[in-house]
């Protein structure tokens, strides 16, 4: 099974997963929206193993700079976003939105915490050091 | 003055030499064709282990596969 195959297969499990979940939905049954989750992860992880794909190093770089791009966009929006949030006027028509910012910011110190932490884990494992050159 | 570099590559030629098609030079050096098509049209850099895996398959040297240019550019300009 080549590259493209597997795309094809992996495309088919979606859209069945989501008409799956579509009806699930509509009919109120969490037990069909959770067996119809399950089973598309299963039979994701089935075809994957048995496809060849090939992750050689260009595709890793493009993963790389996507991480990047993702966190330099999300991080200063979600924290601006907070901020904004935060400092609105409470009115009692959107009492809610001083917790949603409290909710955000945490969640984006999270986020920059966990970034500094692998990048330092990281710069540890490829040889970085902050000590001075002997 | 500010040297600005270039990097070219003669993989294209080489390929043909040994009638190698993209998919087969990309099965033998254990990268996708998409790999090889960016190495080929320099849109992308090959790491060190990869730009010798591809020489030592041409049995040449890597500075027979890739060509390190320098260009001078005016930074004026």
Known sequence: ?134 | MVEATVMKNNIKIYRAMYELTQEQLAEKIGVSRQTVLAIESNKYLPSLGLAFKIADLFKKKVEDIFIYQKEEENENQ
Not at chain 1, 11 to 39: C, H, K, N, P, Q
């Open chain 1, 1 to 134: 099974m080549n590259q493209k195959k597997y795309r094809q297969i992996r495309i088919a499990i979606i859209v069945f997963m989501a008409l799956i979940l579509s009806i699930a939905i509509s009919i109120d049954s969490y037990l069909l929206a959770i067996t119809s989750i399950i089973t598309g992860i299963m039979f994701t992880v089935i075809v994957k193993s048995r496809a060849k794909i090939r992750v050689d190093e260009r595709e890793i770089a493009i993963r790389e700079k996507a991480a990047n791009l993702t966190y330099a966009i999300f991080a200063p929006t979600i924290g601006i976003g907070s901020a904004l949030l935060i400092l609105i006027p409470v009115t009692n028509d959107a009492f809610y939105l001083e917790a949603l910012g409290t909710v955000l910011a945490y969640l984006s110190l999270f986020l920059i915490a966990l970034y500094a932490i692998s990048y330092s884990f990281l710069n540890k494992k490829y040889g970085g050091s902050n000590s001075d050159e002997k």
